[in-house]
């Protein structure tokens, strides 16, 4: 393990800790500024540094020293609800027959994925999606679409605005699904 001090100030310190294997090779570096607090840390894992208890300090260092925004989300589903999460529904006019034009969200085990179940007379389609991790639960939504027989797929944002996503449409009798928008999730520096 090599340390770096920084600088000689006594209430805040620069450091950098390697952690190395056998072979000489870093493994682990972390930079952080610290109190006095963790300085007097530092020197302990410099004073024992056999490779058990650098790693085991230096992890719980590292831990400690980075922030959650995602609120400890569980990232697969314990319990998958069988019913629709949201549901769109509008009878296509047909004097004959009983057609709809129907498009339905369903869980699956990956809290950032849902089934999306397409049907427009007797043509059916699906396809999962995955909605970005925002750091809070997903709230997918559905909406009526700008054009006929079209229908928005989305989620809402922290503050309750929907998102467009997908879009589920009808073109000459035929069932399509396509992206309209994209998005990414960047972490904080």
């Known amino acids: 393990m ?11 310190i620069s450091t950098q800790i390697t952690a190395y294997l056998p072979t000489d090779t870093p493994v682990l570096t972390h930079r952080v500024n610290h109190s006095k607090e963790w300085l007097t840390l530092l020197r302990f894992i410099y004073y024992f540094r056999s490779m058990k208890k650098i790693f085991f300090l230096s992890a719980i260092l590292f831990i400690s020293c980075s922030s959650s925004d995602n609120k400890n989300i569980v990232l697969k589903r314990t319990f998958v ?24 969200l369903f869980e699956t085990d990956s809290t950032f ?20 991790n925002l750091g809070y639960e ?10 006929d027989k079209t229908v928005m797929v989305g989620f809402l944002d ?32």
Do not use: A, C
């Open 113 to 132: 994925n849902y089934l999306v179940k397409m049907q427009y007379k007797e043509v059916t389609g699906e396809q999962i999606i995955h909605i970005p």
């Open 138 to 147: 997903p709230k997918p939504e559905l909406k009526k679409g700008y054009y």
């Open 81 to 104: 609800n069988k019913n629709p999460v949201k549901e769109y529904s509008e009878k296509v006019p047909d004097s004959l027959n009983d057609w709809y034009y129907k498009v339905q």
């Open 2 to 12: 090599g340390m770096n001090w920084m600088g000689s100030n006594d209430h805040l």
């Open 158 to 189: 922290d503050k309750g605005k929907f998102m467009d996503y997908k879009m589920v449409y009808v073109v000459d009798g035929q069932l399509g699904i396509r992206s309209v928008k994209r998005y990414t999730v960047n972490d904080k520096d």
